[in-house]
């Protein structure tokens, strides 16, 4: 899978170029599934009206609105109660999957529970567009920080297909969203690298290489704390 995970979606020109080179062809000849689960786990935007926009391409985070061939929506909730059959042929042939943001742990839990977390491994040409929590349940650890929802078994590991974790929604000092002294108090509760990055920022990994493609502010802490 070839991962292009953001803070804000695809929100400038040089995330959409990443986003064009994982796909291999315009965004116009892709087809799309987007993913909303992670939106009704968190109070502050679902359900309800802000799951709507997302869906609809009509939320503040571009990456349903982009110019598809074809969206459709993948909602995790409903997948035990369904065949397999009935959608896992349906991933497979998909493009690209565009995962909204929300609560992490509740996506997580809905990842597994569901069946797409086993499936990951084996879809090696589909792009993942992560926003907020979407790139972040893909770490291996995302901080108490960004816990508010826990499974009924507790458990607060995260799926760890990548090997570091992501601070999303970095903002300058004095303006709305999380700063830098804050993403730095994170980090160092994080055990291995992590990433602090704003909503001009994503972070690309393709067969195993990490970059960051970033008209923004972002920083990487090593694996010690605050480093």
């Given at each position: 899978?070839?991962?292009?995970?953001?803070?804000?979606?695809?929100?400038?020109?040089?995330?959409?170029?990443?986003?064009?080179?994982?796909?291999?062809?315009?965004?116009?000849?892709?087809?799309?599934?987007?993913?909303?689960?992670?939106?009704?786990?968190?109070?502050?935007?679902?359900?309800?009206?802000?799951?709507?926009?997302?869906?609809?391409?009509?939320?503040?985070?571009?990456?349903?609105?982009?110019?598809?061939?074809?969206?459709?929506?993948?909602?995790?909730?409903?997948?035990?109660?369904?065949?397999?059959?009935?959608?896992?042929?349906?991933?497979?042939?998909?493009?690209?999957?565009?995962?909204?943001?929300g609560d992490v742990l509740y996506l997580?839990?809905?990842?597994?529970?569901?069946?797409?977390?086993?499936?990951?491994?084996?879809?090696?040409?589909?792009?993942?567009?992560?926003?907020?929590?979407?790139?972040?349940?893909l770490t291996p650890d995302v901080g108490?920080?960004?816990?508010?929802?826990?499974?009924?078994?507790?458990?607060?590991?995260?799926?760890?297909?990548?090997?570091?974790?992501?601070?999303?929604?970095?903002?300058?000092?004095?303006?709305?969203?999380?700063?830098?002294?804050?993403?730095?108090?994170?980090?160092g509760g994080i055990a291995g690298p992590?990433?602090?990055?704003?909503?001009?920022?994503?972070?690309?990994?393709?067969?195993?290489?990490?970059?960051?493609?970033?008209?923004?502010?972002?920083?990487?802490?090593?694996?010690?704390?605050?480093?």
């Amino acid at each position: 899978m070839k991962l292009l995970l953001t803070s804000g979606g695809v929100t400038n020109a040089s995330i959409r170029a990443a986003l064009v080179d994982q796909l291999g062809k315009p965004i116009a000849d892709a087809t799309a599934l987007c993913i909303p689960t992670a939106m009704y786990g968190h109070p502050g935007v679902g359900p309800g009206t802000r799951a709507w926009n997302f869906i609809s391409g009509q939320s503040e985070n571009p990456m349903v609105d982009l110019g598809w061939k074809s969206v459709g929506v993948l909602e995790l909730t409903a997948l035990p109660s369904i065949a397999e059959e009935r959608w896992v042929p349906l991933v497979r042939e998909t493009d690209v999957l565009l995962v909204a943001g929300g609560d992490v742990l509740y996506l997580c839990h809905w990842m597994r529970e569901s069946g797409l977390a086993d499936l990951i491994p084996s879809l090696t040409d589909t792009v993942w567009v992560g926003l907020s929590a979407g790139s972040m349940v893909l770490t291996p650890d995302v901080g108490e920080e960004f816990i508010q929802w826990r499974p009924p078994s507790g458990d607060d590991r995260t799926l760890g297909v990548v090997d570091f974790s992501v601070f999303p929604h970095l903002g300058p000092d004095g303006m709305p969203g999380n700063s830098m002294a804050e993403a730095e108090q994170w980090a160092g509760g994080i055990a291995g690298p992590a990433y602090a990055i704003d909503d001009q920022t994503a972070i690309t990994v393709v067969d195993g290489t990490v970059e960051v493609v970033s008209e923004g502010e972002w920083r990487l802490f090593s694996s010690q704390a605050g480093a």
